[in-house]
């Protein structure tokens, strides 16, 4: 194998330009693709700038062209030559007016013929990606999405900086907090039987800066959440996060417009109009079915509930006798599209979200076609599409069901679906939006009692102070979330700062007053000590990320993802320790076999 003693690299190559024409220049990298015109040979070379064109001739020495005849695809050589001007400009890359006439060529190591080709838009399959993922990581288009998380973390140090925040570093081995989503857990080896917990977020330690005097924190920090996963959900991830002391809402929201508008701008050329839409949350849910709105299209729902008071139709009466809701939405234009058979499809879409059915009227040209209107009076029916705005060629879709949340669940599904296989989002639109005033509880079903909807450190709405007790299910949140194109970016609210009001909470989330300090009671005595009032957010970066690339999933801008178990396929990682380790943490395993 050739050395690179004696040759330095001159740029990387995709930064040669018709200004370097007449230049001796050295460039390195991988061979991207190889042409052999026997005495004519052209080699693409290939580094995380882009590519170079190398030419090799009669006039080039016998022992290079020989090399460039031996070099394969992902060879890794180094080439020393005069930059000249191409017979043929390629227009397609930005090096296409030039090439690289070798004089030297060294290879500096051989490769074996990889499972895939190196390029971009593959058809590879996930799986065999994920398994050579230093190969994958080779493509421009997942080099281009690491070089963004690097550009938008340097912009949040530098941004955050500039408005007087410092970076601290707040610890990765922390006490578990079981209120929430699972912790992963480390065992201690000094203290046998006794664990670390991985941090879900530096939520209380930057608290407690706020209460030490530091004013403004950011940190890029790694979190970890032991959860099932989904194509915007890994169990280790990064947060942008950030806290402030003597805030408000509208004071934290500000600063962060203003971090938006500066990353869009700088890294996508896009200006992003400040200040964003504030929508409340039952404004979202009811128009959208959704706590994270896409607004860009339309398809909003409609409650039909009051026009179907006295309606005797069994699914629709029974629905708003158990308290829930009729709601539809108005698919425009649509009946064109939307077949029976389509609209069965449909059907089994939002059974996933719970609901047991999907009604329907349809209005073609030619016929009408209803689910449920025959079931109804001509004055409901009538009622219905007056409100919907139906007109011919549209297609009105009802869920009905005794949980208004199932009816938002799927309606809020629904139309996003109807969005993409109808081809109505706008791709190029970034939408942002506040959602505000959200519930400061929500039911767990798996519990069977209320549980914080965000984290039991936030602020309630002022005017619901005296509900806490009385009332909880209905005391709002000084919470907000940014939400982006139909994703959730960060969120945040105002942290409670009285440790009376933090009892009060606890409390209302059914803590006893032992299990609270168990649990918490560094923070509610620290709060004894004069904290401020203080409140921040976090983003999620790998989110933010895929958003800006319009991916379709967060694993193709991280360098090394897990998988839908949370395994790492290129590792293999969990992986079995030997007994040693284990006796070491005092640990014993006690895995039940599957029958």
Same mark, same amino acid.
């Given at each position: 194998?050739?050395?690179?003693?004696?040759?330095?690299?001159?740029?990387?190559?995709?930064?040669?330009?018709?200004?370097?024409?007449?230049?001796?220049?050295?460039?390195?990298?991988?061979?991207?693709?190889?042409?052999?015109?026997?005495?004519?040979?052209?080699?693409?070379?290939?580094?995380?700038?882009?590519?170079?064109?190398?030419?090799?001739?009669?006039?080039?020495?016998?022992?290079?062209?020989?090399?460039?005849?031996?070099?394969?695809?992902?060879?890794?050589?180094?080439?020393?030559?005069?930059?000249?001007?191409?017979?043929?400009?390629?227009?397609?890359?930005?090096?296409? +007016?030039?090439?690289?006439?070798?004089?030297?060529?060294?290879?500096?190591?051989?490769?074996? !013929?990889?499972? #895939?080709?190196?390029?971009?838009?593959?058809?590879?399959?996930?799986?065999?990606?994920?398994?050579?993922?230093?190969?994958?990581?080779?493509?421009?288009?997942?080099?281009?999405?690491?070089?963004?998380?690097?550009?938008?973390?340097?912009?949040?140090?530098?941004?955050?900086?500039?408005?007087? #925040?410092?970076?601290?570093?707040?610890?990765?081995?922390?006490?578990?907090?079981?209120?929430?989503?699972?912790?992963?857990?480390?065992?201690?080896?000094?203290?046998?039987?006794?664990?670390?917990?991985?941090?879900?977020?530096?939520?209380?330690?930057?608290?407690?800066?706020?209460?030490?005097?530091?004013?403004?924190?950011?940190?890029?920090?790694?979190? #970890?959440?032991?959860?099932?996963?989904?194509?915007?959900?890994?169990?280790?991830?990064?947060?942008?996060?950030?806290?402030?002391?003597?805030?408000?809402?509208?004071?934290?929201?500000?600063?962060?417009?203003?971090?938006?508008? *500066?990353?869009?701008?700088?890294?996508?050329?896009?200006?992003?109009?400040?200040?964003?839409?504030?929508?409340?949350?039952?404004?979202?849910?009811?128009?959208?079915?959704?706590?994270?709105?896409?607004?860009?299209?339309?398809?909003?729902?409609?409650?039909?509930?009051?026009?179907?008071?006295?309606?005797?139709?069994?699914?629709?009466?029974?629905?708003?006798?158990?308290?829930?809701?009729?709601?539809?939405?108005?698919?425009?234009?649509?009946?064109?599209?939307?077949?029976?058979?389509?609209?069965?499809?449909?059907?089994?879409?939002?059974? $996933?979200?719970?609901?047991?059915?999907?009604?329907?009227?349809?209005?073609?040209?030619?016929?009408?076609?209803?689910?449920?209107?025959?079931?109804?009076?001509?004055?409901?029916?009538?009622?219905? *599409?007056?409100?919907?705005?139906?007109? $011919?060629?549209?297609?009105?879709?009802?869920?009905?069901?005794?949980?208004?949340?199932?009816?938002?669940?799927?309606?809020?599904?629904?139309?996003?679906?109807?969005?993409?296989?109808?081809?109505?989002?706008?791709?190029? !639109?970034?939408?942002?939006?506040?959602?505000?005033?959200?519930?400061?509880?929500?039911?767990?079903?798996?519990?069977?009692?209320?549980?914080?909807?965000?984290?039991?450190?936030?602020?309630?709405?002022? +005017?619901?102070?005296?509900?806490?007790?009385?009332?909880?299910?209905?005391?709002?949140?000084?919470?907000?979330?940014?939400?982006?194109?139909?994703?959730?970016?960060?969120?945040?609210?105002?942290?409670?700062?009285?440790?009376?009001?933090?009892?009060?909470?606890?409390?209302?989330?059914?803590?006893?007053?032992? *299990?609270?300090?168990?649990?918490?009671?560094?923070?509610?005595?620290?709060?004894?000590?004069?904290?401020?009032?203080?409140?921040?957010?976090?983003?999620?970066?790998?989110?933010?990320?895929?958003?800006?690339?319009?991916?379709?999933?967060?694993?193709?801008?991280?360098?090394?993802?897990?998988?839908?178990?949370?395994?790492?396929?290129?590792?293999?990682?969990?992986?079995?320790?030997?007994?040693?380790?284990?006796?070491?943490?005092?640990?014993?395993?006690?895995?039940?076999?599957? +029958?």
């Amino acid at each position: 194998m050739d050395t690179m003693q004696g040759l330095k690299r001159t740029k990387y190559c995709g930064q040669f330009t018709a200004d370097d024409i007449g230049k001796e220049v050295v460039a390195c990298g991988w061979v991207q693709k190889t042409r052999d015109l026997g005495n004519l040979i052209f080699i693409d070379l290939r580094d995380r700038s882009g590519i170079v064109q190398l030419a090799f001739d009669d006039g080039t020495a016998r022992d290079v062209h020989e090399k460039a005849a031996s070099a394969r695809a992902e060879y890794v050589l180094m080439v020393k030559g005069v930059v000249r001007r191409r017979e043929s400009v390629n227009h397609e890359i930005p090096t296409g +007016e030039i090439e690289i006439y070798a004089g030297d060529l060294r290879v500096l190591a051989k490769a074996q !013929t990889p499972p #895939f080709e190196i390029t971009d838009h593959t058809n590879v399959k996930e799986e065999l990606r994920l398994k050579y993922r230093y190969l994958d990581l080779r493509r421009g288009e997942m080099q281009d999405a690491l070089m963004m998380r690097h550009k938008i973390v340097k912009i949040a140090r530098d941004y955050y900086d500039e408005n007087g #925040f410092l970076e601290i570093e707040t610890p990765m081995l922390i006490k578990s907090t079981p209120e929430g989503a699972r912790d992963y857990l480390v065992p201690s080896r000094v203290k046998p039987g006794c664990f670390y917990a991985l941090p879900q977020s530096p939520q209380q330690y930057k608290q407690l800066l706020m209460l030490s005097g530091y004013d403004r924190y950011m940190q890029i920090a790694r979190c #970890f959440r032991d959860e099932d996963l989904r194509a915007d959900r890994q169990p280790e991830f990064t947060q942008i996060d950030m806290e402030m002391s003597f805030v408000e809402e509208e004071d934290v929201m500000a600063i962060n417009e203003g971090f938006m508008a *500066r990353v869009f701008q700088d890294v996508l050329g896009i200006e992003v109009q400040t200040p964003f839409l504030r929508m409340p949350y039952q404004e979202a849910m009811d128009r959208f079915g959704s706590d994270k709105p896409d607004t860009r299209f339309g398809l909003e729902l409609c409650d039909l509930s009051d026009l179907l008071a006295n309606c005797e139709f069994k699914v629709f009466k029974g629905a708003l006798e158990a308290g829930g809701s009729v709601r539809a939405i108005n698919v425009k234009g649509a009946a064109a599209n939307l077949s029976r058979k389509e609209i069965d499809k449909l059907t089994d879409f939002v059974k $996933t979200y719970r609901a047991k059915g999907l009604a329907f009227t349809r209005l073609t040209a030619d016929a009408e076609s209803s689910s449920y209107e025959k079931f109804l009076t001509e004055d409901e029916k009538n009622a219905i *599409r007056a409100r919907m705005g139906a007109q $011919t060629g549209d297609v009105i879709l009802v869920v009905a069901d005794g949980s208004s949340q199932v009816v938002y669940d799927s309606l809020g599904a629904l139309r996003c679906e109807l969005a993409r296989r109808l081809d109505l989002i706008q791709k190029d !639109t970034f939408n942002f939006l506040w959602v505000t005033k959200f519930p400061l509880f929500e039911y767990s079903e798996e519990e069977d009692r209320l549980v914080a909807k965000h984290h039991p450190f936030t602020h309630p709405a002022l +005017e619901d102070l005296d509900k806490l007790e009385s009332d909880p299910a209905h005391c709002n949140a000084r919470a907000y979330d940014m939400v982006l194109n139909g994703c959730e970016v960060g969120g945040g609210s105002i942290r409670i700062n009285n440790p009376e009001l933090q009892d009060r909470m606890f409390k209302a989330l059914g803590f006893t007053e032992e *299990r609270a300090h168990a649990q918490f009671g560094y923070l509610i005595d620290a709060f004894k000590y004069g904290a401020p009032p203080h409140g921040g957010m976090a983003y999620g970066l790998d989110r933010l990320v895929m958003l800006m690339l319009q991916k379709d999933s967060i694993r193709d801008v991280i360098a090394f993802p897990k998988v839908q178990n949370a395994s790492e396929l290129m590792t293999q990682c969990p992986a079995e320790v030997d007994e040693q380790a284990l006796k070491e943490l005092s640990l014993k395993l006690d895995i039940q076999k599957e +029958e």
